[in-house]
């Protein structure tokens, strides 16, 4: 089966899903009631658990066969979006602050520490002195 090329508007319109896993619609030709998650996102609303019902697609140029793609939720079934509760925000600023602690030195560097290579869980200054020693 030869690969399916999106070159104009018109190959993205499949609104009974007869070539899509679900309706397709080109870039800002869905109907009204469909939403991308960031559209849901601005208005207060989440999809609020319920799979994407339908997508955009968007032909590119230089890849007709990977048209970008926005999946598309049903606004009468999203949710108000979940504010996280103070214990919540308490816990990610903990998770956060655990990540910026060196593991040599145990200050509170300020960014984020990777654990893995070439850090492995240590600030620059503790790492460059590493080096240092290893060279000389
Ligand atoms: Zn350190």
Redesign the pocket.
Known sequence: MPERRYRTDLDCYDPHAEHHPVPTYPWKGAPEHLFTRRQLRDAGLCPGGQPAVAQCLRPRKRRPTEPLRAWLYDGHRAREKRTPTPAQLRAVDAMNRAHRI??????D?GYRIPATAPLHG??????EIRNQLRAA
């Open positions: 060196c593991d040599t030195c145990r200050r560097v240590e600030c620059l200054d503790c790492h």
